[in-house]
């Protein structure tokens, strides 16, 4: 059983609505099919937030740091693969694991064709164990979830949760439900969760660390087109930090 959030406050106390994964694909869909920004602009725009968050994280010691991001062959993955190349960029040591580098979406495949060209490095899977990161960027699913991670996914979870270091998820912890918050057998237990555009209903506490909400760059005119009540809580930066206002009644079977 889990329970869906309906709204969440900014530290503004500004209140930002809640979202399903339903409601963010035709989020995504208008957005990409009618107004823009393309799915090249919202990545780019979601990589820099996770490599910014990240070098927060760090702190004065960032660019000693060793990151490791993980990735899946979706959207979450070029994020991930975006945000490598901006740390890499700013000369971090930060290295790739590919959940399987030739299904990658196009998207995801140009992300990798610019990071390769970066300086970063490209980790196996096989090689993980012997990997001691200061950080670890989960893109390996995000809200695509269908079923219970398995294959390199599982591998990749299994292993983050192990580090002792923390861990940074792009949009949703890999292995939640984005919109009840149940786990599916397995998931990542992040430090920090940095959700997309609109935050999804299933980011309760219990499973996202400290929860800040990115602008990707998505217009109004998107929000009003799917009927989603909308103020921007970005203020004059791009994140905000997020606390759970109003919870929703408990999912049966989540």
């Given at each position: 059983?889990?329970?869906?959030?309906?709204?969440?406050?900014?530290?503004?106390?500004?209140?930002?609505?809640?979202?399903?994964?339903?409601?963010?694909?035709?989020?995504?869909?208008?957005?990409?099919?009618?107004?823009?920004?393309?799915?090249h602009?919202?990545?780019?725009?979601?990589?820099?937030?996770?490599?910014?968050?990240?070098?927060?994280?760090?702190?004065?010691?960032w660019?000693?740091?060793?990151?490791?991001?993980?990735?899946?062959?979706?959207?979450?993955?070029?994020?991930?693969?975006?945000?490598?190349?901006?740390?890499?960029?700013?000369?971090?040591?930060?290295s790739?694991?590919?959940?399987?580098?030739?299904?990658l979406?196009?998207?995801?495949?140009?992300?990798?064709?610019?990071?390769?060209?970066?300086?970063?490095?490209?980790?196996?899977?096989?090689?993980?164990?012997?990997?001691?990161?200061?950080?670890?960027?989960?893109?390996?699913?995000?809200?695509?979830?269908s079923g219970?991670?398995?294959?390199?996914?599982?591998?990749?979870?299994?292993?983050?949760?192990?580090?002792?270091?923390?861990?940074?998820?792009?949009?949703?912890?890999?292995?939640?439900?984005?919109?009840?918050?149940?786990?599916?057998?397995?998931?990542?237990?992040?430090?920090?969760?940095?959700?997309?555009?609109?935050?999804?209903?299933?980011?309760?506490?219990?499973?996202?660390?400290?929860?800040?909400?990115?602008?990707?760059?998505?217009?109004?005119?998107?929000?009003?087109?799917?009927?989603?009540?909308?103020?921007?809580?970005?203020?004059?930066?791009?994140?905000?930090?997020?606390?759970?206002?109003?919870?929703?009644?408990?999912?049966?079977?989540?």
């Amino acid at each position: 059983m889990a329970t869906q959030v309906r709204r969440f406050v900014t530290d503004a106390g500004i209140e930002v609505p809640a979202i399903t994964t339903a409601q963010m694909r035709e989020v995504d869909r208008v957005a990409i099919e009618v107004t823009g920004p393309n799915l090249h602009q919202m990545m780019e725009n979601a990589g820099r937030n996770l490599a910014q968050a990240t070098i927060e994280l760090l702190g004065a010691g960032w660019r000693e740091a060793r990151v490791f991001a993980l990735a899946g062959t979706g959207g979450n993955g070029g994020g991930a693969i975006c945000a490598a190349r901006h740390l890499a960029n700013r000369a971090v040591a930060v290295s790739v694991a590919l959940t399987d580098a030739g299904r990658l979406g196009p998207v995801p495949a140009d992300q990798l064709a610019v990071y390769d060209g970066s300086g970063g490095t490209r980790q196996l899977l096989e090689e993980l164990d012997q990997q001691r990161p200061d950080v670890i960027l989960d893109g390996i699913i995000g809200y695509s979830l269908s079923g219970e991670p398995r294959g390199a996914a599982r591998r990749m979870i299994d292993w983050a949760n192990s580090r002792d270091c923390p861990v940074v998820s792009l949009d949703v912890p890999s292995g939640i439900d984005a919109t009840s918050g149940a786990g599916a057998g397995v998931s990542i237990r992040p430090t920090m969760t940095i959700s997309l555009a609109l935050p999804k209903t299933g980011l309760h506490p219990r499973v996202t660390g400290e929860l800040q909400l990115a602008d990707i760059g998505i217009p109004r005119s998107v929000y009003r087109a799917v009927r989603i009540p909308y103020r921007p809580p970005f203020g004059a930066g791009y994140r905000v930090s997020l606390a759970p206002l109003d919870f929703g009644a408990a999912l049966e079977g989540a």
